[in-house]
């Protein structure tokens, strides 16, 4: 298992499968084990995935101090990954909270991401809210089905700020293209993986400067994608079209009737919007 030392002595692992130039791969959760990246739908095929383990997952150290797993703290890590790959510019992915990390990374080192995909993102980083009906709206294209009813009324707790533990467990389907025994069983890993403790960090207050992300975002005039799934609750395409556009010339991709793990839902579909884009 490869491994490299933070800027604070923590040691770090690191997974690369396939071919081809390096895409370095941020996991979200938060903070879960980058396992569930997988191949990213067959995109090894066209890239070598670096997958990070962040500090406290997978194959990581737990470091000594529990306010560095916030997410600005763990920048360092990213930056100490690209220093120990020897790489001057790094092409890099990150997938819901994990695009958080990719967008504190960018702001702090804009000269050395040659190329950012950013898959149904997480959009705290950069300020952006999603409102109650986009969610809504993106969950009632699955209107029929037969968990249907109880999982919309539980989401409708949820967005109106009445949320419960047994609820938000009740949300999970409108994460997921198809609802099905694999959707379900990754839906239970997740909890598994996750680093509970450290999420709780992650996002903490004074994690981020949306106003600095932003200007830094206005400023990058390198190849940008964003990533949607169009059944995605957690992050419509209203809001990663709103992720989009606060770049010059950011591409936008929609998976139709994919959710918030869109290799998941078509394979084929993803590998070559993300691997056509690197090209």
Same mark, same amino acid.
């Given at each position: 298992?490869?491994?490299? @030392?933070?800027?604070?002595?923590?040691?770090?692992?690191?997974?690369?499968?396939?071919?081809?130039?390096?895409?370095?791969?941020?996991?979200?959760?938060?903070?879960?084990?980058?396992?569930?990246?997988?191949?990213?739908?067959?995109?090894a095929?066209? %890239?070598?995935l670096?997958r990070?383990?962040? @500090?406290g997952?997978?194959?990581?150290?737990?470091?000594?101090d529990p306010?560095?797993?916030?997410?600005? %703290?763990?920048?360092?890590?990213?930056?100490a990954?690209r220093?120990?790959?020897g790489?001057?510019?790094?092409?890099?992915l990150?997938?819901?909270a994990?695009? =958080?990390?990719a967008?504190?990374?960018?702001?702090?080192?804009?000269? @050395?991401?040659?190329?950012?995909?950013l898959?149904?993102?997480?959009?705290?980083?950069a300020?952006?809210?999603?409102?109650p009906?986009?969610?809504?709206?993106?969950?009632?294209?699955?209107?029929?089905?037969?968990?249907?009813?109880?999982?919309?009324?539980?989401?409708?707790?949820?967005?109106?700020? %009445?949320?419960?533990?047994?609820?938000?467990?009740?949300?999970?389907?409108?994460?997921?293209?198809?609802?099905?025994?694999?959707?379900r069983?990754r839906?239970?890993?997740?909890?598994?993986?996750? =680093?509970?403790?450290?999420?709780a960090?992650?996002?903490?207050?004074?994690?981020?400067?949306?106003?600095?992300? @932003?200007?830094?975002?206005?400023?990058?005039?390198r190849?940008?994608l964003?990533?949607?799934?169009?059944?995605?609750? =957690?992050?419509?395409?209203?809001?990663?079209?709103a992720?989009?556009?606060?770049?010059?010339?950011?591409?936008?991709?929609?998976?139709?009737e994919?959710?918030?793990?869109?290799?998941?839902?078509d394979?084929?579909?993803?590998?070559?919007?993300?691997?056509?884009?690197?090209?």
């Amino acid at each position: 298992m490869p491994s490299f @030392r933070a800027p604070d002595g923590t040691p770090l692992a690191y997974h690369a499968s396939g071919s081809g130039a390096p895409l370095l791969c941020l996991p979200g959760g938060p903070l879960q084990d980058s396992a569930y990246l997988g191949d990213l739908g067959g995109l090894a095929a066209h %890239r070598t995935l670096i997958r990070l383990d962040l @500090r406290g997952t997978g194959a990581s150290a737990v470091p000594e101090d529990p306010a560095s797993y916030r997410c600005d %703290r763990l920048v360092g890590d990213v930056e100490a990954l690209r220093a120990h790959l020897g790489l001057d510019t790094v092409d890099l992915l990150g997938h819901s909270a994990g695009a =958080n990390l990719a967008a504190l990374y960018l702001t702090r080192h804009p000269e @050395r991401v040659a190329r950012l995909v950013l898959v149904t993102p997480g959009a705290a980083a950069a300020g952006i809210d999603t409102a109650p009906e986009e969610r809504l709206a993106a969950a009632r294209l699955r209107a029929g089905l037969p968990w249907f009813a109880e999982a919309y009324a539980a989401l409708e707790d949820v967005t109106a700020g %009445r949320g419960t533990a047994e609820s938000f467990g009740k949300v999970a389907p409108f994460f997921h293209g198809t609802w099905d025994a694999a959707a379900r069983e990754r839906h239970a890993a997740s909890d598994r993986e996750r =680093n509970g403790a450290g999420a709780a960090v992650y996002g903490g207050e004074g994690a981020y400067d949306p106003a600095a992300t @932003r200007a830094a975002f206005a400023e990058f005039g390198r190849p940008v994608l964003v990533v949607a799934g169009e059944g995605d609750a =957690n992050t419509p395409p209203p809001t990663a079209e709103a992720y989009a556009k606060l770049f010059p010339s950011a591409g936008f991709a929609v998976l139709a009737e994919g959710g918030h793990f869109p290799w998941h839902d078509d394979a084929e579909w993803f590998a070559a919007t993300v691997a056509g884009f690197l090209r």
